[in-house]
């Protein structure tokens, strides 16, 4: 079965610093991958996603995310972090032919300031 | 007017009663889901959809069962809810790029 990973639960960043949270799929076919934010009592929000093509992904709010097919890997970056990026972070994927989104339990940041 | 609305937005029910959670989108898309959200264990899936007369379990689904009333509307029901069953749940709809979510009900089951 298809699975997604996020090894942090929390992290912690002082505004302006930079931040990278950690996603992985299990093994098999290259999985579509996503990002999710979600603000306090708000919906899901969607940063970024990769289909194929340049590894590297540019988002919305000025993050980006890289794919590394070696590591299974799909980690998402910020140079510099705001204090309203404070939110749950989710990565998700979708295998192909499958057509179902399988979310990772997510990151939550906490911005001091 | 969002492309996914969910009602109500916020439910606190007893145990043991019926309730349904409504989802409707206007994206036109045919692909639906249920899920719901727990702290530390991320979205989990309930129920999905691929069109009017396709329903399909998720992984939780137990508990549950769903109603797909036409292409814009999907429904979740507790048919006798219990307090484990307190969570965020969330509709969603999908096309061939991307998931759309709609704002999340909250439910309290006392």
């Known amino acids: 079965a298809q699975s997604v990973t996020q090894p942090d639960i929390h992290i912690t960043v002082s505004e302006g610093a930079s931040l990278e949270l950690r996603c992985n799929y299990s093994?098999?076919?290259?999985?579509?991958l996503f990002w999710y934010v979600q603000s306090p009592g708000q919906g899901l929000q969607l940063l970024l996603k990769?289909?194929?093509?340049?590894?590297l992904v540019q988002g919305i709010k000025g993050f980006e995310a890289e794919f590394k097919r070696s590591q299974s890997s799909f980690n998402l970056r910020k140079p510099s972090v705001h204090w309203s990026d404070a939110a749950e972070y989710f990565c998700?994927?979708?295998?192909?032919?499958?057509?179902?989104?399988?979310f990772g339990r997510g990151t939550s940041l906490i911005v001091h300031p | 007017d969002a492309d996914v609305t969910q009602t109500p937005r916020n439910r606190i029910t007893k145990t043991g009663k019926r309730i349904m959670l409504e989802c409707s989108q206007t994206?036109?898309?045919?692909?639906m889901y249920w899920y719901r959200q727990d702290p530390g264990l991320g979205l989990r899936l309930i129920y999905y959809?691929?069109?009017?007369?396709?329903?399909n379990k998720g992984e939780i689904s137990d508990g549950y069962s769903v109603s797909r009333q036409a292409q814009a509307k999907f429904s979740l029901s507790l048919e006798s809810a219990i307090p484990n069953q307190t969570a965020l749940y969330f509709c969603?709809?999908?096309?061939?790029?991307?998931?759309?979510f709609g704002q999340g009900t909250r439910l309290t089951v006392v």
């Open positions: 969603a709809t999908r096309d061939s790029s991307e998931a759309f």
């Open positions: 093994y098999g076919a290259t999985p579509y």
């Open positions: 990769y289909f194929s093509g340049d590894t």
């Open positions: 998700a994927v979708v295998y192909p032919r499958s057509y179902i989104p399988t």
């Open positions: 994206k036109g898309h045919d692909r």
């Open positions: 959809s691929f069109d009017v007369k396709d329903i």
